[in-house]
């Protein structure tokens, strides 16, 4: 109650003045402003009750918005915006009077941890750039549970620095952002807040990157088997260690680098019967004819038809008969061996077969037509058994 205080009324020509004094008590009372009555509602020189919901705020009212019905009567079910209908401030609102009306505008407190429509968020600030933005809306790449702290959504391509450490539009592990939008490790990820993060494995690191560097030997040199994109160097094997350890002659034949035809299988002869990038020992077709040397029957001779005349797994292109280390299709004599290939006359027919290894007229031996003959058959049969095995059938 205000402290009672003196008053003085008193009539001048039939009109009734008041001064200031005791305190204008209730409805009724004669009043000057609102500020002599009870209620603050001072109307036509009299004290009335304060009407929640005229848009005035008086009397114990901490707000008016104006909710009156169509009657101009306030509503008794008035409330849910702001102001109740006992034109209290409800709880999660801010009420303030309209510059122009004077009535209440209450709008949902933004920062007190209460969402209220329009609200989409409220974690109990005002900060932008948490998830829920200085308006209680929430921002961009956030998710908002309402009340509380609002979550950053990993793998949708807008990096929430201070929240994530990437984001990359994924959720894949590997790729150096991993699937909690976490750099990992043997990466470097960069980006602008709020866009796409770019990852990209940091060779040198000592850290094997799985799928993106094949070694990292800790450091970007070339020349030691790992080059400066942590690829490995021509001639070169790495293992799989972290750091990798890396050498020019694994096999331990004594030929290194892009030297060896064979890095992984010991093979210091190099023997390469086919001339291309691998040596006999390591691969699995030497004459490069198609077939695969398990199933060649001239495994360092190109023979794509595989002929084999005789049936013994030898084929006819490398088919040694005499063993003298000369193949058939080149030997001069055939089932004599005779690895120098001799041939006085120069007939075709190497000395060790030919009956007249120095070519006499007739091909005859004095004393008799014998061995002219044997001759004449030998050379025949040598004719016969080279077209053979030169083409079955």
């Not at 807040?193 to 094949?214: I, K, N, Q």
């Not at 690829?231 to 020019?248: F, K, N, Q, R």
């Amino acid at each position: 109650m205000r402290p009672p205080r003196l008053r003085m009324a008193f009539a001048l020509g039939g009109m009734l003045l008041w001064a200031p004094g005791a305190h204008a008590a209730g409805t009724g009372d004669a009043c000057a402003s609102g500020g002599d009555c009870d209620s603050a509602v001072c109307v036509d020189d009299l004290c009335r009750a304060a009407v929640c919901g005229d848009g005035v705020i008086n009397g114990d009212e901490a707000c008016d918005d104006g909710g009156l019905d169509a009657a101009g009567v306030p509503a008794a079910a008035d409330g849910g915006d702001g102001c109740s209908a006992a034109c209290a401030v409800e709880e999660g609102y801010v009420c303030v009077p309209d510059t122009f009306s004077g009535a209440s505008l209450c709008t949902p407190d933004c920062g007190d941890g209460v969402v209220i429509a329009p609200e989409t968020c409220d974690d109990g600030g005002t900060d932008a750039g948490d998830g829920c933005s200085a308006f209680c809306a929430v921002e961009p790449g956030f998710t908002c549970p309402g009340a509380g702290a609002c979550q950053a959504v990993c793998g949708d391509g807008r990096w929430a620095e201070g929240f994530e450490g990437c984001d990359d539009d994924n959720t894949d592990d590997g790729d150096g952002c991993s699937a909690g939008c976490e750099v990992e490790g043997g990466w470097a990820c960069v980006g602008d807040s709020g866009g796409l993060s770019v990852c990209a494995s940091t060779c040198g690191d000592r850290v094997v990157d799985v799928g993106f560097e094949a070694c990292d030997d800790g450091d970007l040199d070339p020349g030691d088997g790992c080059d400066a994109d942590c690829a490995i160097e021509l001639g070169w094997v790495c293992d799989d260690a972290s750091p990798s350890h890396c050498t020019d002659d694994p096999d331990g034949d004594g030929v290194h680098g892009a030297h060896d035809n064979c890095p992984e299988v010991a093979n210091a002869d190099q023997a390469n019967a086919d001339g291309d990038a691998h040596g006999n020992a390591c691969d699995d077709d030497d004459d490069d004819d198609g077939v695969a040397d398990g199933d060649d029957v001239c495994p360092e001779v190109a023979d794509p038809e595989q002929l084999d005349c005789d049936g013994d797994g030898v084929g006819d292109l490398c088919e040694d008969a005499d063993g003298d280390g000369v193949t058939d299709r080149l030997d001069n004599c055939v089932e004599v061996a005779n690895l120098g290939q001799e041939d006085a006359d120069g007939d075709g027919l190497g000395d060790g077969c030919d009956a007249s290894p120095d070519g006499e007229p007739g091909g005859c031996q004095a004393g008799g037509g014998v061995t002219g003959l044997a001759g004449l058959l030998m050379a025949l049969a040598l004719v016969v058994a080279r077209r053979r095995r030169q083409r079955c059938g």
